[in-house]
């Protein structure tokens, strides 16, 4: 099969909302997608002739499907990632499985767990980005707020002011989000270590969305020691011990820049960040000086809406029971399938919130010690810290200035983010 020739891609020239910029640079139609398929072709007449696939055959055959599965958007073809479709599928299956008899939700709800761990720490080995688990956060969020308006208020033992309630908690929990999804605050060369500057006119692969906007993305060349800082550093320095530190500590060889005393690279998102505490699928984003309180308030609304909710469908399903006695038992709760739904879903949402409490208490106890988790998984490692409660609580000693004065820091940290004229995508 002959090779179409692609078009150039005109720097000035605008995508159309059905065009598209596709992996090998070129500009595509969503009408296309099953044009110029040599990598498929190619695997099923090896697949037909009998003859064994070549090593890279299959991942050139998702990464064809992957960049053609798009849909039209105002300023171009947006692709659509494949891992968000399983959890909108697997989700309502296995909880609908799960509600048809006790059996079947106890194996349900412990694979359930189980698989969203295997997968997660499939990712992670890979160090690869996926929106799996905010796919399945959000869905989830969803589809539990759908049933409990569906199913749960028809019973009539929700008044309109509890319904309020947790509506609030689910918008404000979103508005949270939205703005722990703005960015964890990246390390960005300053003006003075910038000697050039190459521009790019398709994204980037593995770097992170918000660290770059709008279709052209710079890519800054900085110099390693350039800054009126790092000279007066290396003036009052002669030995060259302080500029080794830096130089070898603190110089990230992935974005060619210093880091900023506390800051950290994620090989994830592929940039380095300000006060790195951890990189959290959940967002699909890493958390830093910039959303890090964002972030712990999106978990105590979260938090405090689901315990709410649950008690609200547990009390209607098991009205004769408290709340935690009717979650371990409910006697003839699954006589009605609707019934059934209701209580699986609560479980479902019970499992949730104790992991998401777990990680809330944790970020509670590193900010009174004025410890980032990245900071506690380091002295763990280089046996720097003192662990405490079997590892619960570590403490390093390095930055903190005792409880009240930790969570003033932590408070009134700015977020001391370069100004917007530089965006690039990535630090070379």
């Known amino acids: 099969m002959k090779n179409k020739a692609k078009k150039a891609l005109e720097q000035d020239s605008p995508l159309c909302c059905c065009e598209y910029v596709d992996r090998h640079g070129g500009r595509s139609h969503v009408a296309a997608c099953c044009c110029d398929c040599e990598d498929l072709d190619e695997a099923c007449d090896r ?26 958007w105002i300023s171009g073809a947006k692709q659509v990632d494949l891992s968000l479709i399983p959890p909108l599928i697997l989700l309502p299956v296995f909880l609908h499985i799960a509600a048809l008899h006790y059996l079947l ?21 890979k160090k690869g980005r996926t929106l799996f688990f905010l796919s399945l956060a959000l869905f989830s969020l969803f589809y539990m707020y759908y049933l409990f308006v569906s199913e749960v208020v028809p019973r009539g033992d929700v008044s309109n002011l509890q319904l309020g309630v947790v ?13 722990t999804k703005r960015g964890p605050g990246y390390v960005r060369p300053r003006p003075s270590e910038t000697h050039s500057t190459v521009t790019y006119h398709s994204p980037l692969p593995d770097i992170d969305s918000t660290y770059h ?17 790092q000279s007066a550093e290396s003036e009052a320095d002669p030995g060259g011990a302080l500029q080794k530190d830096g130089g070898r500590k603190n110089w990230c060889s992935f974005c060619r820049v210093v880091k900023p005393q506390r800051a950290g690279h994620c090989r994830i998102c592929g940039a380095c960040i300000l006060r790195l505490d951890h990189h959290c699928v959940w967002i ?32 209607s399903v098991c009205p004769t029971q408290s709340s935690l006695t009717a979650l371990l038992y409910c006697p003839d709760v699954y006589s009605q399938y609707s019934s059934a739904l209701c209580f699986t879903c609560a479980w479902y949402s019970s499992i949730v919130t104790g992991g998401l409490l777990h990680l809330l208490v944790l970020q509670l106890i590193n ?5 980032t988790e990245r900071e506690a998984r380091i002295a763990l490692r280089d046996k720097t810290g003192h662990s405490l409660f079997w590892g619960l609580i570590i403490d390093t000693g390095v930055y903190s200035h005792g ?26």
């Open 47 to 72: 697949w037909m002739k009998r003859e064994p696939q070549k090593q890279d055959s299959l991942s050139r055959v998702v990464a064809t499907v992957t960049d053609r599965l798009r849909v039209p």
């Open 105 to 125: 939700g106890i194996i349900v709800l412990i694979a359930l767990p189980g698989i969203v761990l295997w997968y997660y720490y499939f990712t992670h080995r």
């Open 167 to 179: 509506t609030i908690g689910v918008v404000l929990t979103l508005i949270a989000l939205m703005y």
């Open 213 to 229: 906007n709008g279709s052209r993305h710079q890519v800054v060349i900085a110099n390693r020691v350039s800054s009126p800082e």
């Open 284 to 315: 699909n984003s890493c958390v830093g000086q910039a959303n890090h309180r964002s972030f712990l308030l999106m978990l105590l609304l979260f938090l405090s809406t689901s315990l709410y909710g649950i008690s609200l469908v547990l009390r």
């Open 367 to 371: 900010v009174s010690y004025n410890v």
């Open 403 to 428: 409880f009240r004065g930790n969570w003033t820091e932590f408070l009134t940290m700015g977020e001391a983010l370069e100004p917007p004229a530089l965006k690039p995508a990535d630090l070379v």
